[in-house]
């Protein structure tokens, strides 16, 4: 694989995992649906803690994940506009990406619009890379993304900040915390507003391309949003959770049919814990989600796009003693679609059994999962996954992991007017991975090798106009993290190799899926001083290509981000970040501009 337009320098370091060095915390961890401690995990992970979000200063999820491990991202044209993750090769729409527990994204699309989530109210990120359609079902093939929101706890504290920066962009965040012995609560808002810049330099119709139209504006976004969680344990262990989070934007953008829209996420769960017997811990939860588009062209309404997923799961763990654990559950979707556009078919539901058994033998952990879906619109559909990891010695450990997974069709693929293909059959895959991960002094490292085949791939087909099955789709990858301390300095790296391969018969067999680089590198760097902290981030990838005919290359390119903080007293924090120093111009997708250099202050208080 060349390496194009990526600074020599950037490939010479091995890696960020754009986190702290390994969490040993024990949390409910999404790899397994069960509580462990992270290091034991036999799956390739990376927790985002609250503490890096602030160290980052990031203001979009993609600020936070863009470079990590087996990630590749597809923006179009800057703050709130669309923003698609591709992991480890996959598809935009094999990512289960769940909030606090349930399931979000678009019926219709089947992505979600992680480019309206505030991060100022985000708790905790958990990416898990590798199939876990055998825990989660449908769209589990890339990988899971789950988001926790502010849990709260402890004694009251307010919290307050207020940010301005370039391109006329101004935030503004509040909330408050608390609870008792036994309590939590957590209550949160935050605004958006940018001018932005002009998002898209396409040509219009006939022989358009990228936006199809020429809009030379600016392009702005605003978005406010709040969210809530709460929770009470009671002595005789039981414990319940609600939360919900709402965000409302208004995006302008390019477009030669729609270039306005309103939008609205909405989530509402609960989640009950309980033990009817001393070894048994059953889980009930509770959630809605819902998308809803409003848009419009030059003002003037043109479609809505309303769709909602409801979810109820039932999970039960037991320890059959203290190293081994096994997990039945249930879980029920159901998704619908409300549009002015009109689809053959506009609801569905799914029902899914699994099971799972964790054991420790001695030095070896074994971990094996399988799970039938029943579609009402596919049929049954069975799934499984089985892991091994050993002890080589105390600070080495090597893994091993197999699994299969599947994806359904989504309503556009499907019932799109003049798009969709009734026909389409869902998407099905196969991985293999093994690792390597030690730890050294202050120092942690992995190395992660596998491939995953991809059979009824799902891709625009020019030879009928509409989506269609691609025969065959191979992706292989390696993965290095290295994290580390030197003399005070926090050292978190990461490099990612990847060779997605279409291998279906035709004009494209053996071209590369497009926009996926097959090189990318993150360096986080940080120190702590006395009263301020210094930190950058280099962050770079190689070319990639904007189409399945490989015909349109996207340049490579390398991004250097500073950012410093100064601790004014002890409950008040005045940071500031300069993006993109030194002012590169890129594309994740043809037509679509990127940020220049931008500058951002805030004034952060939290006692």
């Known amino acids: 694989m060349k390496i194009n337009s990526i600074s020599m320098t950037a490939l010479l370091v091995l890696a960020v995992q754009n986190v702290q060095a390994a969490d040993p915390t024990v949390i409910t961890i999404t790899a397994t649906r069960t509580n462990q401690k992270v290091d034991n995990a036999l799956s390739s992970v990376t927790v985002i803690t609250r503490h890096d979000i602030e160290r980052l200063q990031a203001n979009s999820i993609r600020d936070l994940i863009a470079g990590l491990p087996g990630i590749n991202i597809d923006n179009n044209g800057g703050p709130g506009k669309t923003t698609s993750i591709f992991m480890r090769g996959t598809e935009s729409d094999h990512i289960l990406v769940m909030i606090d527990g349930v399931k979000v994204g678009s019926a219709t699309t089947g992505t979600t619009a992680f480019q309206d989530i505030p991060v100022d109210q985000i708790e905790r990120i958990e990416i898990v890379r590798g199939p876990r359609s055998s825990l989660y079902g449908s769209e589990a093939i890339g990988g899971v993304i789950q988001i926790f929101t502010r849990k709260g706890g402890g004694a009251l504290k307010p919290s307050f900040s207020i940010g301005a920066g370039s391109y006329s962009t101004y935030t503004a965040t509040a909330g408050v915390s608390g609870g008792g012995e036994h309590s939590w609560y957590s209550l949160n808002t935050s605004g958006t507003d940018t001018k932005g810049f002009n998002a898209c330099t396409g040509k219009p119709s006939p022989g358009g391309a990228g936006c199809y139209t020429i809009e030379p504006d600016k392009d702005g976004y605003r978005n406010f949003s709040g969210s809530f969680r709460a929770g009470y344990r009671f002595d005789n262990n039981v414990s319940m959770d609600a939360h919900a989070m709402k965000t409302k934007s208004h995006n302008n953008y390019d477009g030669s049919t729609v270039n306005e829209s309103n939008a609205a996420q909405e989530i509402l769960g609960g989640t009950l814990h309980f033990s009817p017997l001393a070894p048994w811990q059953a889980t009930l939860s509770l959630g809605s989600s819902r998308d809803d588009s409003d848009n419009f062209k030059n003002g003037v309404f043109k479609t809505r796009y309303n769709t909602k997923r409801d979810n109820v799961s039932f999970q039960n763990d037991i320890n059959i003693t203290d190293k081994h654990l096994l997990t039945?559950?249930?879980?029920?979707?159901?998704?619908?679609?409300?549009?002015?556009?009109?689809?053959?078919?506009?609801?569905?539901?799914?029902?899914?059994?699994?099971?799972?058994?964790?054991?420790?033998?001695?030095?070896?952990?074994?971990?094996?999962?399988?799970?039938?879906?029943?579609?009402?619109?596919?049929?049954?559909?069975?799934?499984?996954?089985?892991?091994?990891?050993?002890?080589?010695?105390?600070?080495?450990?090597?893994?091993?992991?197999?699994?299969?997974?599947?994806?359904?069709?989504?309503?556009?693929?499907?019932?799109?007017?003049?798009?969709?293909?009734?026909?389409?059959?869902?998407?099905?895959?196969?991985?293999?991975?093994?690792?390597?991960?030690?730890?050294?002094?202050?120092?942690?490292?992995?190395?992660?090798?596998?491939?995953?085949?991809?059979?009824?791939?799902?891709?625009?087909?020019?030879?009928?106009?509409?989506?269609?099955?691609?025969?065959?789709?191979?992706?292989?990858?390696?993965?290095?993290?290295?994290?580390?301390?030197?003399?005070?300095?926090?050292?978190?790296?990461?490099?990612?190799?990847?060779?997605?391969?279409?291998?279906?018969?035709?004009?494209?067999?053996?071209?590369?899926?497009?926009?996926?680089?097959?090189?990318?590198?993150?360096?986080?760097?940080?120190?702590?001083?006395?009263?301020?902290?210094?930190?950058?981030?280099?962050?770079?990838?190689?070319?990639?290509?904007?189409?399945?005919?490989?015909?349109?290359?996207?340049?490579?390119?390398?991004?250097?981000?500073?950012?410093?903080?100064?601790?004014?007293?002890?409950?008040?924090?005045?940071?500031?970040?300069?993006?993109?120093?030194?002012?590169?111009?890129?594309?994740?997708?043809?037509?679509?501009?990127?940020?220049?250099?931008?500058?951002?202050?805030?004034?952060?208080?939290?006692?």
């Open 328 to 607: 039945l559950g249930a879980d029920y979707q159901k998704d619908h679609v409300d549009s002015t556009t009109n689809y053959t078919i506009s609801s569905r539901h799914n029902t899914g059994l699994f099971t799972q058994y964790q054991g420790t033998f001695n030095k070896q952990e074994l971990q094996f999962s399988m799970r039938q879906d029943d579609n009402e619109q596919f049929g049954r559909h069975y799934t499984g996954a089985a892991a091994w990891g050993t002890s080589i010695d105390k600070d080495l450990r090597a893994t091993f992991s197999y699994g299969t997974a599947f994806k359904a069709p989504t309503f556009n693929e499907l019932y799109y007017p003049g798009y969709g293909n009734e026909n389409l059959q869902p998407e099905q895959s196969r991985s293999i991975e093994v690792g390597l991960k030690g730890k050294r002094s202050q120092s942690d490292w992995s190395i992660n090798l596998y491939e995953t085949r991809i059979d009824n791939l799902i891709a625009y087909d020019s030879s009928i106009s509409k989506p269609g099955n691609i025969d065959l789709t191979r992706i292989r990858g390696l993965e290095l993290v290295f994290a580390t301390i030197f003399h005070s300095w926090t050292i978190n790296s990461n490099l990612t190799l990847l060779d997605p391969i279409n291998q279906s018969a035709g004009s494209n067999h053996g071209n590369l899926l497009p926009r996926r680089s097959g090189q990318t590198v993150r360096l986080d760097i940080d120190r702590p001083f006395k009263k301020y902290r210094l930190g950058a981030t280099l962050r770079a990838e190689g070319r990639r290509y904007d189409d399945v005919a490989n015909t349109r290359v996207l340049a490579g390119y390398a991004l250097l981000d500073l950012r410093a903080e100064y601790q004014l007293t002890k409950a008040w924090q005045l940071q500031g970040r300069i993006e993109n120093l030194f002012n590169k111009v890129y594309e994740t997708s043809s037509f679509y501009n990127q940020p220049g250099r931008s500058l951002f202050v805030t004034l952060r208080y939290q006692p």
